[in-house]
């Protein structure tokens, strides 16, 4: 009886290999590590004592490195037990849960036409391969050279050309005796019933190949070369062959380089075709990456099948942790002991393709190193906007984030994650108490009066902390960058709420990030609810003078005047309505880039604060010591970066252009 390989490989899926070797060896527990899915035991086709058989889930492989024997489910029951190989996939059938496949003659001519099919886009890209060469493949030729991919790569993934023709390819495979109906079946042209003529999907495109887990050629996807094209990437259609959300771009290549001896232990996720080329140049050979959508169940299936803990890498910037959140919601519900995610963010407008191109993969390989938990993902996401300064705030974060880990399938995962919610926000709640945190700089609290340093200290910890590396005085805490709401607003929140103010205009795909600012003065607080409100009032009709209209109408006419005397005091001329849009947008994402970082250095200070009180209440020097160190570097971070401040003021003279005279908001 003959087996589809779908079937085949459905069945070796589902049953992990140790399963079946398991009911036949005895695993050695010093040798085997389960949560690596990686097995050792004494060798069941020849006798020892010491344990070289080795079994690999993530493979679906089992080898002896005693005598050499190697193999997959039913090479191993075939081998041992003797069975037929149809006895082999019977019992591994049994193990799936699978019914054995009836004899079926129209599914052996489908499997048939499949291979026809996959003959057909061989062919194909064998064309576009050609068309690269041609004297018409020479713009495409020159990008990929401008992108810095070497002849090698090139050949290595296969990348092509489809000609600026409606018919080129189609011609090609008819005069190879293809017939329209497995060109059309391809998804190779355009057709339909109020389609007279089918014409090529693919033109004016450099073509990148898509592989099958068995390495064969099942669908494209086509870079445009013309900058005004529809869609600058397009992928082929779902066909026989192909279904866009079960597969991962470069999947089989990667999956090979893990299996290698020296090979990488986990799959690295990405972007985009050209990261992953980028990547493979630079000697990283283990990234795939979803096909021009959002990652999807079964892609996250797929991965977890190769390995326990992929790697998730998304840009730094609002779309990438806006699609990273989405990944954590896909995963959460099938995470399992050992089985999870990590999550590599990229510096704010790179991309890997960046990193690698002038430092070879040291920069990559350093965001990987610095990748965070699943769990760290959450509690970013949930807590970032801030503003839980009242027991309800707390409480409503508490119940969200019960809600979200109540989703994990697993219970024993599903227990762990609750139990690092309670830690977490047990930190997190009591950093945000009066005598903690931001109202009590380095105070203990009341468990620890009377104990250790603080007490020696009249019950709270010397003040300036001093240590070997240097003085942290108290300016971090009147820093413009890192002080909470005050009667003026700093600088920065003001150019921000300003621009937005002076052009509207740049809420057009940025509305997501823009309206999410969490501002510290308590006025400007007012005027962005104020702003978003007249925003969605306005509708299609928004311009600055009907904005500035409802603002004053809500009583924000003094707030304004007061930012716009600011702005121009310090002549940061890129925030008032003179400057054009192209430096306003500019100078606003270098404004809101540096007001997130501050952000971040308040939040980190905070926390190591917390970490003082609570060593000192323990009186334990060592860490104190450790931690005012970091404090030390958080502290040269915000001197650095107002020292970055008069980067801001050069925001005015990117380009000269202006829209029309200067005038204030009265």
């Known amino acids: 009886m ?16 140790s399963a079946v070797v398991g009911r036949r060896v005895t695993w050695d527990r010093k040798k085997t590590n389960v949560s690596r899915q990686d097995y050792w035991a004494c060798c069941p086709f020849h006798g020892e004592k010491s344990p070289s058989f080795h079994c690999e889930d993530r493979k679906g492989r089992y080898h002896c490195f005693g005598c050499g024997v190697s193999g997959d489910h039913f090479r191993f029951l075939t081998d041992l037990e003797g069975l037929s190989f149809v006895e082999a996939v019977q019992q591994v059938a049994d193990m799936a849960g699978i019914a054995m496949p009836q004899p079926d003659p129209q599914a052996e001519r489908r499997e048939r036409e499949r291979t026809t099919l996959q003959d057909v886009m061989e062919m194909a890209t064998q064309f576009f391969q050609d ?17 810095g991919l070497s002849g090698r790569t090139i050949e290595t993934f296969r990348l092509g050309y489809a000609p600026e023709s409606r018919n080129a390819l189609k011609e090609y ?27 090529d999907r693919f033109r004016d495109r450099i073509m990148f190949p898509i592989l099958s887990s068995r390495d064969k050629v099942i669908a494209f996807g086509g870079r445009a070369m013309a900058a005004d094209a529809m869609a600058k990437y397009l992928n082929s259609n779902e066909t026989e062959l192909f279904h866009k959300g079960n597969v991962l771009y470069n999947f089989s290549r990667a999956r090979r380089a893990m299996q290698g001896a020296d090979g990488a232990d986990t799959l690295i996720a990405v972007e985009g075709y050209m990261d992953v080329i980028a990547l493979y140049q630079a000697g990283i050979e283990n990234a795939v990456a979803p096909l021009g959508t959002a990652l999807t169940e079964n892609q996250l299936q797929l991965m977890w099948k190769t390995t326990p803990v992929p790697v998730l890498c998304f840009d730094g910037d609002g779309a990438g942790q806006r699609a990273a959140f989405r990944a954590v919601d896909l995963a959460l519900p099938h995470i399992k002991p050992g089985q999870s995610l990590r999550f590599a963010m990229l510096p704010d407008g790179k991309d890997p393709d960046d990193l690698v191109k002038r430092d070879g993969r040291q920069p990559f390989d350093r965001v990987l190193s610095e990748a965070r938990p699943l769990a760290e993902m959450v509690w970013m996401r949930e807590t970032q906007a801030g503003g839980f300064d009242t027991p309800e705030k707390r409480a409503e974060l508490e119940a969200k984030l019960k809600q979200i880990v109540n989703v994990i399938a697993d219970e024993n995962v599903r227990r762990h994650y609750q139990q690092d919610v309670r830690d977490r926000l047990y930190g997190f709640f009591q950093g945000s108490q009066p005598g903690r945190g931001e109202r009590g700089n380095f105070q203990g609290g009341s468990r620890g009066q009377g104990q250790g340093q603080g007490a020696r200290n009249g019950g709270r910890p010397p003040g300036p902390v001093a240590s070997s590396r240097g003085t942290i005085s108290d300016r971090l805490a009147r820093s413009g960058l890192v002080r909470g709401a005050l009667d003026q607003p700093t600088l920065r929140e003001s150019v921000l709420a300003l621009t937005i103010v002076n052009h509207p205009q740049l809420l057009e ?6 309206a999410a600012i969490d501002y510290e003065h308590a006025g400007l607080q007012k005027l962005w609810s104020s702003l978003l409100t007249a925003v969605a009032e306005a509708g299609p009709l928004l311009s600055r003078e009907i904005l500035i ?81 970091a404090l030390h570097e958080v502290q040269l971070e915000v001197t650095r970066m107002e020292n970055q401040e008069a980067i801001i003021d050069g925001f005015g003279v990117m380009s000269g252009r202006v829209k029309g005279p200067a005038t204030g908001h009265g």
């Not at 068309?131 to 992108?147: D, I, W």
Request: proline fraction near 3%; include cysteine; glycine fraction near 6%.
């Open 2 to 17: 003959r087996f589809s390989s779908d079937f085949l490989d459905e069945i070796r899926d589902r049953v992990p290999i």
């Open 131 to 147: 068309q690269l060469q041609t004297a018409s493949g020479a713009r495409a030729r020159a990008y990929l050279r401008e992108r």
């Open 173 to 199: 495979l008819a005069a190879k005796g293809v017939p329209k109906e497995q060109i059309e079946a391809c998804g190779l042209v355009v057709h339909g019933p109020d389609i007279p003529v089918s014409y």
């Open 509 to 514: 795909g940025e509305y997501d990030e823009v």
């Open 549 to 629: 209209q409802k603002l004053e109408a809500h009583g924000h006419g003094t707030l304004l005047r007061s930012l716009d005397q600011q702005i121009r005091n310090a002549r940061l001329w890129i925030a008032t309505e003179i400057a054009a849009s192209e430096d306003a947008r500019e100078g606003y994402r270098q404004a809101l880039a540096l007001y997130k970082r501050a952000r971040a250095l308040k939040r980190q200070r905070m926390e190591l604060e917390r970490e003082i009180a609570e060593a000192t209440e323990t009186d334990d020097g060592a860490r104190i010591e450790q931690v005012i160190s």
